[in-house]
């Protein structure tokens, strides 16, 4: 049964970057049907998709935060870590690791890529603050 | 990018039958799939509908999916309601390399 788990400090400063890896068991990280996705929730609020990768390195982005996110993998350690820049109060929120399912399908005739969530990470509450 | 409103809350007795409802801000419902994602307090969201309509193994067929493109929404219907049926639930949607999820749900079984 595919596992992940999310790790990393609990608490950030202001300006800082945080840091966070997933750790997938289970199951091979360098599987051809699967990207390996982050999401984020703010304290009493709603999911944010923050960005997913492909085990050769290919990547996704939220445009509202591609300016500060990096997602990397490492295939050797079946991990993914994502890092995000110059934080702020606004980027405290609990951040979940999930395996972001991919395919192609038609619609009306033309390819269209889609793809949804399963399963997640517990989740880990970063915090932002001095 | 597009956006995805739900209602804030709904609530409903055991038993009885209620659908939640995701409204797409622009572009079509149907030019991609909508899934659905149900997530109780201090865990992790589950899905419990992919593909607009299908059901992820263990969900019960008392859940169920579906999309309107007259009103541009998808719904989530949940028959027989149950106590534990009380969650958040959101539903979520792509396009052009954007995954979106909405603001969700808080389903009050009462």
């Known amino acids: 049964q595919l596992q992940l788990q999310e790790s990393g400090p609990g608490l950030v400063k202001p300006s800082e970057t945080l840091s966070l890896t997933c750790n997938v068991s289970?199951?091979?990280?360098?599987?051809?049907?699967?990207?390996w996705g982050w999401i984020r929730q703010p304290p009493g609020k709603g999911l944010e998709w923050i960005g997913s990768?492909?085990?050769?390195?290919?990547?996704y982005y939220n445009p509202s935060l591609k300016s500060r996110v990096n997602i990397s993998v490492d295939t050797s350690k079946n991990q993914f870590s994502l890092n995000l820049r110059s934080v702020t109060a606004a980027d405290t929120a609990v951040y979940y690791c999930?395996?972001?399912?991919?395919?192609?399908?038609?619609?009306?005739?033309?390819?269209?890529?889609?793809?949804?969530?399963?399963?997640w990470g517990q989740g880990t509450l970063v915090t932002v603050s001095s | 990018n597009f956006m995805l409103t739900q209602p804030h809350s709904v609530s409903e007795s055991p038993g009885k039958t209620v659908t939640i409802s995701c409204t797409r801000s622009?572009?079509?419902?149907?030019?991609?799939?909508v899934q659905w994602y149900q997530q109780r307090p201090g865990s992790a969201p589950t899905p419990v509908i992919y593909?607009?309509?299908?059901?992820p193994s263990g969900v019960p067929d008392r859940f169920s999916g579906s999309i309107d493109s007259s009103s541009n929404s998808a719904s989530l219907t949940i028959s027989g309601l149950k106590t534990e049926d009380e969650a958040d639930y959101y539903c979520q949607s792509y396009e052009s390399s954007y995954w979106v999820f909405g603001e969700g749900t808080k389903l009050i079984v009462l």
């Open positions: 990768i492909y085990y050769s390195g290919s990547t």
């Open positions: 622009s572009g079509s419902i149907a030019s991609n799939y």
């Open positions: 593909e607009d309509n299908q059901r």
């Open positions: 999930a395996r972001h399912i991919l395919f192609v399908h038609m619609v009306q005739g033309d390819p269209t890529l889609s793809g949804w969530f399963d399963p």
């Open positions: 289970g199951g091979s990280i360098s599987s051809s049907s699967y990207y």
